[in-house]
């Protein structure tokens, strides 16, 4: 990068000010996935930017860390220093500091636009539900490598760092699935556009990704059709578009993610076909911004730590899953009992118990494949049902109106979380979020 003094002031205000920004990675098919992170500000004496992210996103930072080559998108003025209209995208190279001491932490989380951060949990259990979040994080900082700049009028300018590559990246191969679109490409157009800011990304020359703002033309049935303030290359490749919205200090976020195909075609604009889809919505509550990331923290952190990252604190503990059996027995389990017979994918499994000889029966869900019953239990062998088959494997499964006899047996050599995905998506949403030991159970049916 040329000398700090090539950044003008009012970019560097720029850059520093706004509250959240586009992160643009490239995935292993040399696609791009863009999501918004939170801006953690801009050095202009070494020329970086810098961003954190929870331990629990490890699995995505390590795809990071094996392909650092990103960019960082400056594109959203609300809720930030800054009222200009100009968009920066800043390419370069991401180092990580996976156990960065508190006290640097601490100045990056005392940043304006951070709601709820470790001077603010909430006092009480909220301390101890929402310190991992706050306090489990890897640091990371872009190298700037390029810093462009547009106002959507003008073409964007290169004005700092290496010259843009004089020639256009080729063409990819098609995917082995075929182009077109596997996600509704209607209703994602009607997500994307009640979102006010819609980008589009894909790989450049060089290797870094590109990533422009995009306006809806059109949708039907074969795709989206957009206009993009920066010209896509000729030609056809993967591409990520997404769509997000989020309140003052992202405590409310709605975001679309989607990955597929694109193609250039005439006149300015560029075809879409989405392929994959992720999709959330968090209304701005302070309480269910502590309630969703102090779970979804804990869930990760386990994961990271079951994958071999070091994971500041404690695992979890018996008083997390006392919690969670606390509630099932005296909340869930009583209404979902009920429930039961009437939805679909939802059992009632009935063992012996292991100390008492009497019944005991437990809402599951699960899927019958032929004469087999599967489910996924989300604490392993602590479950107190599995305890039970384990002592005694004939067991009743209750399936819609119908009580069937079986035997229970747990699967050691099945990856649950594969399972999951092929059993009904609300009890297996469920399962991921409070589970931290999964264990296949099989029950074959007479």
Do not use: C
């Amino acid at each position: 990068m040329p000398e700090p003094a090539t950044l003008s002031s009012a970019l560097i205000d720029l850059l520093d000010g706004d509250q959240v920004i586009a992160l643009a990675q490239v995935t292993p098919l040399r696609g791009v996935v863009v999501t918004p992170v939170n801006n953690f500000g801009w050095d202009a004496s070494t020329q970086t930017a810098t961003f954190t992210s929870a331990l629990a996103a490890f699995t995505k930072l390590r795809r990071l860390e094996r392909n650092p080559s990103v960019a960082l998108y400056f594109h959203a003025r609300e809720h930030g220093t800054g009222g200009s209209r100009t968009r920066i995208l800043v390419q370069g190279d991401a180092r990580f500091d996976w156990a960065p001491d508190r006290a640097v932490l601490t100045r990056l989380l005392a940043r304006p636009g951070v709601r709820l951060g470790p001077g603010d949990l909430g006092g009480g259990p909220w301390n101890r539900v929402l310190a991992p979040f706050w306090w489990n994080r890897v640091i990371v900082r872009v190298d700037a490598r390029r810093v462009t700049v547009s106002d959507g009028d003008t073409p964007p300018t290169v004005v700092a760092g290496t010259p843009e590559p004089g020639d256009q990246p080729p063409s990819q191969q098609p995917p082995a699935n075929g182009t077109d679109p596997r996600v509704d490409a209607g209703r994602a157009a009607r997500r994307l556009g009640r979102r006010p800011h819609r980008l589009l990304g894909w790989v450049g020359t060089d290797g870094y990704p590109v990533v422009s703002t995009a306006d809806i033309v059109s949708a039907d049935r074969d795709g989206i059709t957009l206009r993009t303030a920066i010209p896509a290359p000729p030609g056809s490749r993967r591409a990520g578009l997404t769509g997000h919205w989020f309140s003052d200090g992202a405590l409310g976020q709605r975001l679309l993610a989607l990955t597929g195909w694109l193609t250039t075609g005439d006149g300015g604009t560029v075809r879409y076909a989405p392929h994959t889809r992720l999709a959330y919505a968090l209304p701005p509550s302070r309480l269910l911004f502590r309630v969703v990331l102090g779970a979804v923290t804990r869930v990760g952190d386990e994961r990271a730590r079951r994958a071999g990252v070091p994971v500041p604190g404690r695992g979890a503990s018996d008083a997390w899953r006392r919690a969670v059996w606390g509630f099932q027995r005296h909340v869930a389990n009583p209404v979902a009992r009920r429930l039961a017979p009437h939805v679909p994918g939802e059992a009632v499994l009935e063992t012996i118990g292991r100390t008492s000889g009497l019944p005991r029966q437990t809402p599951v869900g699960g899927r019958l494949d032929g004469e087999t019953f599967w489910l996924v239990s989300e604490f392993g062998r602590r479950s107190q049902y599995v305890r039970n088959l384990e002592a005694d494997p004939r067991v009743r499964v209750r399936i819609g109106s119908r009580w069937h006899e079986g035997i229970a047996t747990p699967v050691d050599d099945d990856d649950p979380r594969a399972r999951l995905r092929t059993l009904p998506f609300l009890n297996s949403l469920a399962v991921r979020l409070v589970g931290t030991d999964l264990l296949t159970v099989r029950v074959d049916l007479r």
